[in-house]
C-alpha cells in the first residue's frame, strides 16, 4: 500500500516537473541562445538589419506612450496615411506592449520582457486548462525548440510572441475538457479575434468552434461567419483612417482582371520556390517548415479517416489548420511580397504544427519523423548568416553605429504642418535602424533610390536621411536643399527642405 502510493506520489512531482518546465522552457531556450554567444538575455539591443520591422514597432509604441498617437506617421514612398497614423498593422496589436511600456518604462528590454512573459503566461494558460500526458507537454517543449523562429522572436521587438502566445491559448481551447462547450467556444472567439487584429488572415480560424461545438454546428457556423465579416469590415476601415499604405508588390494593385490574377500568383509561387531553395534561412527555412507542415496535415488526415472512417472533430480540426496554412499562403501569392510574407506562412504553420503534434492519437513514429526533419531542414539553412543568428547585442552593435543619439538634437517640432516633422530615410543608401535615435514625433516614411528619383520634386518630407556620396544628396544639394548633417566617412547626410 505504502509502495503505491509511493510509486503515485512519485508520478505527480513527474508531471508536475515537466508541466514547470513547459511553462519556462521558451525563457531557458532563450537564455540558451545568448549564454552561448557569450550575453546575458537583457544585453540585447533590437536594431537586428537594415531595414528591421523592429524599429517601426519599436518608435510607433515609443510615440503612443509619449503622445498617445503620433504626431508624425509611418508609411513608405510618401503613401496616402494622414496626420497621426500609424504604420501597416493595427495599433490594438501593441497593448501587451503599451501595457508594460507603461508600468516599466520604454527600452530595448521592455519589448523582450514582454516577449518572454508572454509565452510565459501563455504556457501557463495551457497547462492549467489541459490534462495532457508528460509526453504531449515533450512533444511541444521539443517542437518549440527545433523551430528556432520561436526563439529567436522572443528576444526580438517583433510582435510575432504575442501571435504564438494566442496560438499556444487557442491549442489549449481546442484540447480542454474543463469546459462546456458553449463556455469554450466564447474564449475560443476571443482568442481568434485578438490573432487577428495582430495578423488579420487568423480570421479563418472563427470556423473552429464548428467543430469542438458538440451541437448546434449550424448555429455556430452562423455566429463564425459574421465574426469573419466584423472583423474584416472592422480591420479595413482601421486600416483606411487610421494607418499607413503597407508596401506590397500585390498582384490585386493591377485590378480584379482575373489573366493577371493567375498570372500574378504563378509568377509569385515561383518567387516562393526560389526562396525555399536559396533564400536561406531567413526565408528558405519559412517555406520549407510551411511545406513539411502540409504534407503532415495531409498524412495525419489520411491515417485518421483511414482510422474513423468519419470526420470526427480532431480530424477536422486538423483539416482547418491546414487550410488556414493554405489560406496564408493564398494571402502571400496575392496581397504580399513573398519576402514579406515568409514570417508570416512560418507563423501559421506553427499554429498549424502545434495542432498536429498535439493529438495523443498520432503515433509516435510520425512526431519523431516532424522533429528529425525540422532539425534536417534547420541544419541546411542555418549554413549562411541570418536573422536567425545575428542577435545583436549593446557593446558590439554601439561599436559600428556612427552618428546614433547626435541626431536627436538636429530636429525642432513643429505642429501646424504634418510633413514639417517627417522624414524620408533612404534605405538603398543609409540603414534604417538609425530611426531608433530619431525623436518619436517625427514621422518617417521608407524610401528607395529609384523612388526618389523620380518624385524628388514633388516630395513633401522636410527632410531627406542618405547617403553622403550618392546621387540622391547631390540632386538635393544643386536643388537648394540645406545639409543639416554630414559625415562623409560613414557616408550619412541629412538633408533639410529650404
Given at each position: 500500500?505504502?509502495?503505491?502510493?509511493?510509486?503515485?506520489?512519485?508520478?505527480?512531482?513527474?508531471?508536475?516537473?515537466?508541466?514547470?518546465?513547459?511553462?519556462?522552457?521558451?525563457?531557458?531556450?532563450?537564455?540558451?541562445?545568448?549564454?552561448?554567444?557569450?550575453?546575458?538575455?537583457?544585453?540585447?539591443?533590437?536594431?537586428?538589419?537594415?531595414?528591421?520591422?523592429?524599429?517601426?514597432?519599436?518608435?510607433?509604441?515609443?510615440?503612443?506612450?509619449?503622445?498617445?498617437?503620433?504626431?508624425?506617421?509611418?508609411?513608405?514612398?510618401?503613401?496616402?496615411?494622414?496626420?497621426?497614423?500609424?504604420?501597416?498593422?493595427?495599433?490594438?496589436?501593441?497593448?501587451?506592449?503599451?501595457?508594460?511600456?507603461?508600468?516599466?518604462?520604454?527600452?530595448?528590454?521592455?519589448?523582450?520582457?514582454?516577449?518572454?512573459?508572454?509565452?510565459?503566461?501563455?504556457?501557463?494558460?495551457?497547462?492549467?486548462?489541459?490534462?495532457?500526458?508528460?509526453?504531449?507537454?515533450?512533444?511541444?517543449?521539443?517542437?518549440?525548440?527545433?523551430?528556432?523562429?520561436?526563439?529567436?522572436?522572443?528576444?526580438?521587438?517583433?510582435?510575432?510572441?504575442?501571435?504564438?502566445?494566442?496560438?499556444?491559448?487557442?491549442?489549449?481551447?481546442?484540447?480542454?475538457?474543463?469546459?462546456?462547450?458553449?463556455?469554450?467556444?466564447?474564449?475560443?472567439?476571443?482568442?481568434?479575434?485578438?490573432?487577428?487584429?495582430?495578423?488579420?488572415?487568423?480570421?479563418?480560424?472563427?470556423?473552429?468552434?464548428?467543430?469542438?461545438?458538440?451541437?448546434?454546428?449550424?448555429?455556430?457556423?452562423?455566429?463564425?461567419?459574421?465574426?469573419?465579416?466584423?472583423?474584416?469590415?472592422?480591420?479595413?476601415?482601421?486600416?483606411?483612417?487610421?494607418?499607413?499604405?503597407?508596401?506590397?508588390?500585390?498582384?490585386?494593385?493591377?485590378?480584379?482582371?482575373?489573366?493577371?490574377?493567375?498570372?500574378?500568383?504563378?509568377?509569385?509561387?515561383?518567387?516562393?520556390?526560389?526562396?525555399?531553395?536559396?533564400?536561406?534561412?531567413?526565408?528558405?527555412?519559412?517555406?520549407?517548415?510551411?511545406?513539411?507542415?502540409?504534407?503532415?496535415?495531409v498524412i495525419k488526415i489520411f491515417i485518421k479517416f483511414k482510422k474513423y472512417k468519419k470526420a470526427e472533430a480532431h480530424l477536422l480540426i486538423d483539416a482547418w489548420a491546414v487550410f488556414s496554412v493554405l489560406a496564408t499562403l493564398g494571402a502571400v501569392l496575392l496581397l504580399y511580397d513573398p519576402y514579406a510574407g515568409s514570417r508570416h506562412v512560418w507563423q501559421v504553420s506553427l499554429f498549424a504544427m502545434f495542432v498536429l503534434i498535439s493529438d495523443d492519437k498520432?503515433?509516435?513514429?510520425?512526431?519523431?519523423?516532424?522533429?528529425?526533419?525540422?532539425?534536417?531542414?534547420?541544419?541546411?539553412?542555418?549554413?549562411?548568416?541570418?536573422?536567425?543568428?545575428?542577435?545583436?547585442?549593446?557593446?558590439?552593435?554601439?561599436?559600428?553605429?556612427?552618428?546614433?543619439?547626435?541626431?536627436?538634437?538636429?530636429?525642432?517640432?513643429?505642429?501646424?504642418?504634418?510633413?514639417?516633422?517627417?522624414?524620408?530615410?533612404?534605405?538603398?543608401?543609409?540603414?534604417?535602424?538609425?530611426?531608433?535615435?530619431?525623436?518619436?514625433?517625427?514621422?518617417?516614411?521608407?524610401?528607395?533610390?529609384?523612388?526618389?528619383?523620380?518624385?524628388?520634386?514633388?516630395?513633401?518630407?522636410?527632410?531627406?536621411?542618405?547617403?553622403?556620396?550618392?546621387?540622391?544628396?547631390?540632386?538635393?544639394?544643386?536643388?537648394?536643399?540645406?545639409?543639416?548633417?554630414?559625415?562623409?566617412?560613414?557616408?550619412?547626410?541629412?538633408?533639410?527642405?529650404?
Amino acid at each position: 500500500m505504502c509502495l503505491a502510493e509511493g510509486k503515485k506520489w512519485m508520478a505527480t512531482n513527474k508531471e508536475r516537473l515537466v508541466r514547470f518546465l513547459f511553462v519556462i522552457w521558451i525563457p531557458i531556450l532563450c537564455m540558451l541562445m545568448v549564454g552561448l554567444q557569450g550575453h546575458r538575455l537583457l544585453d540585447i539591443y533590437l536594431p537586428a538589419g537594415w531595414c528591421s520591422d523592429e524599429v517601426s514597432y519599436y518608435k510607433q509604441i515609443e510615440a503612443i506612450l509619449e503622445y498617445g498617437i503620433p504626431k508624425g506617421y509611418w508609411g513608405y514612398n510618401e503613401s496616402t496615411a494622414q496626420f497621426g497614423t500609424f504604420g501597416p498593422w493595427v495599433v490594438l496589436s501593441y497593448i501587451p506592449y503599451i501595457i508594460l511600456g507603461k508600468i516599466m518604462g520604454w527600452n530595448f528590454a521592455t519589448p523582450v520582457i514582454c516577449n518572454l512573459l508572454l509565452m510565459v503566461v501563455a504556457s501557463w494558460i495551457y497547462v492549467k486548462i489541459t490534462d495532457e500526458e508528460i509526453s504531449q507537454f515533450l512533444w511541444l517543449m521539443a517542437l518549440e525548440t527545433v523551430m528556432l523562429w520561436v526563439t529567436r522572436y522572443t528576444i526580438s521587438g517583433m510582435l510575432e510572441p504575442w501571435v504564438m502566445a494566442l496560438e499556444l491559448i487557442l491549442l489549449g481551447l481546442l484540447r480542454s475538457k474543463r469546459y462546456s462547450f458553449g463556455k469554450r467556444n466564447v474564449w475560443i472567439y476571443i482568442v481568434v479575434y485578438l490573432l487577428g487584429l495582430v495578423r488579420p488572415y487568423f480570421i479563418v480560424l472563427f470556423y473552429l468552434p464548428c467543430f469542438v461545438a458538440e451541437k448546434n454546428k449550424k448555429k455556430y457556423a452562423v455566429i463564425s461567419t459574421v465574426m469573419v465579416v466584423l472583423s474584416a469590415a472592422q480591420y479595413l476601415i482601421y486600416r483606411k483612417l487610421f494607418c499607413a499604405a503597407y508596401i506590397t508588390a500585390s498582384v490585386l494593385d493591377a485590378g480584379f482582371n482575373i489573366k493577371e490574377l493567375i498570372k500574378g500568383g504563378i509568377d509569385a509561387l515561383k518567387l516562393v520556390i526560389d526562396l525555399l531553395i536559396h533564400g536561406g534561412a531567413t526565408y528558405g527555412y519559412g517555406y520549407a517548415l510551411m511545406f513539411l507542415t502540409l504534407v503532415l496535415g495531409v498524412i495525419k488526415i489520411f491515417i485518421k479517416f483511414k482510422k474513423y472512417k468519419k470526420a470526427e472533430a480532431h480530424l477536422l480540426i486538423d483539416a482547418w489548420a491546414v487550410f488556414s496554412v493554405l489560406a496564408t499562403l493564398g494571402a502571400v501569392l496575392l496581397l504580399y511580397d513573398p519576402y514579406a510574407g515568409s514570417r508570416h506562412v512560418w507563423q501559421v504553420s506553427l499554429f498549424a504544427m502545434f495542432v498536429l503534434i498535439s493529438d495523443d492519437k498520432f503515433f509516435w513514429k510520425v512526431k519523431t519523423a516532424l522533429i528529425a526533419l525540422s532539425v534536417v531542414i534547420l541544419c541546411i539553412y542555418m549554413g549562411e548568416s541570418t536573422y536567425l543568428r545575428q542577435v545583436p547585442y549593446k557593446q558590439e552593435a554601439l561599436e559600428k553605429t556612427a552618428a546614433g543619439t547626435e541626431l536627436s538634437i538636429l530636429f525642432e517640432p513643429v505642429e501646424d504642418d504634418r510633413w514639417a516633422n517627417t522624414l524620408a530615410i533612404n534605405a538603398s543608401e543609409v540603414d534604417y535602424n538609425y530611426v531608433y535615435y530619431l525623436p518619436s514625433y517625427m514621422g518617417v516614411q521608407i524610401v528607395w533610390s529609384d523612388w526618389l528619383e523620380g518624385a524628388m520634386e514633388n516630395m513633401n518630407s522636410r527632410y531627406v536621411f542618405t547617403g553622403y556620396n550618392g546621387a540622391i544628396a547631390e540632386r538635393l544639394r544643386e536643388n537648394g536643399w540645406i545639409i543639416l548633417y554630414e559625415d562623409a566617412e560613414n557616408n550619412l547626410c541629412i538633408l533639410e527642405r529650404p
